[in-house]
């Protein structure tokens, strides 16, 4: 089975802070996504990457960047995090083609004080 | 523009049959997606529909009619543990391009 890990469940940060949530897959996947899960909102893409170094804005890319040196890892990067940017994360991966399973990580909850 | 419309929330009882719908208008079809999220956890897989008509997987279902831009999946002999939020997502366009989600219908399933 695919596994994506996301390295941390639960962060608390304070306003200002860089903050980074790091994602691997284990399989080998070409296409990894950065989503924010917010209740009566869903799931909001944020940034996606469909290869090596490659990365292309989603639908809210506003203060965030990514960061995909290696193909098992995508890392979210928020430069200087605000408490509207707490949230559920999700990272998710997926064998090249849209018509491939989404495999989700477990996320990682954030909260900005 | 792409808009996704799934109810927000259903109650059901152990042991019936519920059916969730998701309408959407998106640019493109290629394809619709339903997964499964329990609370606290990563959304699951659950079906994929291409073509119209029904696919059957034990004890859930999905239906996709493209021509009416509409889809359901139906739980059948509701279990308590199937208390969960069902998301739909659509895949646009071929290619690799993210799917599309709806916001999500979280069931609850009493006895």
């Known amino acids: 089975d695919v596994k994506v890990t996301q390295s941390s469940r639960y962060l608390v940060k304070r306003t200002g802070e860089k903050v980074f949530l790091e994602c691997v897959q284990d399989?080998?996947?070409?296409?990894m996504f950065w989503y924010r899960q917010d209740p009566g909102l869903g799931l909001r893409l944020i940034y996606f990457?469909?290869?090596?170094?490659?990365?292309e804005k989603g639908d809210i890319p506003e203060g965030y960047s990514v960061s995909r040196e290696k193909k098992e890892r995508f890392s979210l990067i928020l430069e200087s995090a605000s408490t509207n940017q707490t949230s559920m994360y999700l990272c998710a991966s997926r064998r090249d083609s849209g018509a491939n399973v989404l495999t989700f990580g477990a996320g990682s909850r954030l909260t900005v004080l | 523009g792409q808009n996704i419309d799934q109810p927000t929330e259903m109650t059901a009882t152990e042991g019936a049959i519920v059916q969730i719908n998701c309408t959407y208008q998106?640019?493109?079809?290629?394809?619709l997606f339903w997964y499964q999220q329990h609370a606290g956890e990563a959304p699951t897989f659950l079906s994929y529909?291409?073509?119209?008509g029904l696919e059957e997987k034990g004890r859930f279902s999905s239906f996709l009619s493209r021509s009416k831009g509409y889809s359901y999946l139906l739980l059948k002999e509701l279990q308590m543990k199937d208390s969960a939020s069902y998301l739909c997502a659509v895949r646009e366009e071929s290619g690799n391009t993210p799917l599309v989600f709806g916001k999500g219908t979280r069931l609850s399933v009493i006895a």
């Open positions: 998106t640019s493109g079809f290629n394809g």
């Open positions: 990457s469909y290869d090596v170094k490659m990365k």
């Open positions: 529909n291409v073509l119209d």
């Open positions: 399989m080998d996947h070409e296409n």
